[in-house]
DNA sequence: TACTTTTGCATCGTGAACGATATAAATAAG
DNA sequence: CTTATTTATATCGTTCACGATGCAAAAGTA
């Protein structure tokens, strides 16, 4: 027994890394016909909730490094959903904003989170137990938040 | 309050996935020093489970793709970590077994389960509330294959 | 004011993930 | 026993994710 926990029946890790993937893979048939992909259909709900922020302001909304989001936008407005001036205060800041495509899609993206529900619900049942993760997770999240803040001090 | 459920904070998935990324995070302190990433250091949980399996054993446990766990096993053989032979009765398989080195680093990563329960301890709080999500964790991921698998019949 | 440090963003390289496609071997069908 | 289909793996192209590094603007310091 002395491996005991090395078995991945006993990993938590693996199982958020699972659960993850698998979930984004449910939102390819909702995301596809807009032409997006997960991480940029996130970029859109932060846009949505508030346009014209920086560069930075949506990466740590979104707990990803700068360098993952610079590129991630640039696609973006390749695709003619955002557009980035720069700053006016501070000249190193790039604005993102929504374009026209870009606010029109909040339209056409309105029912995802309920048709993604109305799946989980059709395979695993009750989306109230998995609703009861969430305060768990926002608690995990929190804390290896945090943790990799004080590394990033002690370096 | 139209676009309410298009708010980041009432989105399950963007956790899973946060959660998911920053737990891989707190795992590059140990992977590090032994060389190897999070994927890599999954599909060795495996292996030391049960050494010499087809490359479509290990990717259906790590509910994987053939084609993202052909490309990680191949940067594991050049590290040395494993091997791959024929398949014997199927000259189609590929037989991934286990390297001196990938056997001896079982006991190298003997302890890496109980520093992450440590780290999150630490920051977190309790390891019980996590655990708990597990039972739930893996129903969402069997209700998530199931409805993959259907798609694919339908196709 | 001149110099140093920090900050915001970008670029580069590597390793996943995965859809699409290819190829050869095994299996099924005729 | 052919021919067709399925299966096991591999390759390719695109998008993330992120450590390392670069660079210019801003902020802090002497």
Redesign the interface.
Same mark, same amino acid.
């Given at each position: 027994m002395?491996?005991e926990?090395? $078995?991945?029946d006993?990993?938590?890790?693996? %199982?958020?890394?699972? !659960? !993850? %993937?698998?979930?984004?893979?449910?939102?390819h048939p909702y995301l596809d016909p807009l032409g997006i992909t997960?991480p940029q259909y996130?970029v859109l709900?932060?846009l949505?909730?508030q346009d014209k922020q920086p560069v930075n302001d949506i990466a740590h $909304?979104?707990?990803l490094e700068t360098n993952t989001v610079t590129p991630l936008i640039q696609r973006m407005e390749k695709a003619g959903l955002v557009k980035r001036t720069k700053g006016k205060e501070d000249t190193r800041q790039r604005i993102v904003s929504l374009t026209k495509k870009g606010i029109e899609m %909040?339209e056409q !993206? $309105?029912h995802?989170?309920?048709c993604?529900s109305a799946?989980?619900i059709?395979?695993?049942?009750s989306v109230e137990?998995?609703?009861?993760?969430?305060p768990?997770?926002? $608690?995990?999240?929190?804390?290896?938040?945090?943790?990799?803040n004080n590394k990033q001090i002690n370096n």
């Amino acid at each position: 027994m002395e491996y005991e926990q090395l $078995k991945l029946d006993n990993q938590l890790c693996f %199982r958020l890394y699972t !659960a !993850a %993937r698998l979930t984004m893979g449910a939102y390819h048939p909702y995301l596809d016909p807009l032409g997006i992909t997960y991480p940029q259909y996130l970029v859109l709900l932060v846009l949505w909730e508030q346009d014209k922020q920086p560069v930075n302001d949506i990466a740590h $909304k979104l707990f990803l490094e700068t360098n993952t989001v610079t590129p991630l936008i640039q696609r973006m407005e390749k695709a003619g959903l955002v557009k980035r001036t720069k700053g006016k205060e501070d000249t190193r800041q790039r604005i993102v904003s929504l374009t026209k495509k870009g606010i029109e899609m %909040r339209e056409q !993206a $309105k029912h995802i989170p309920e048709c993604l529900s109305a799946d989980i619900i059709k395979n695993e049942g009750s989306v109230e137990e998995i609703s009861q993760m969430i305060p768990t997770l926002d $608690k995990l999240i929190a804390g290896l938040k945090q943790q990799l803040n004080n590394k990033q001090i002690n370096n």
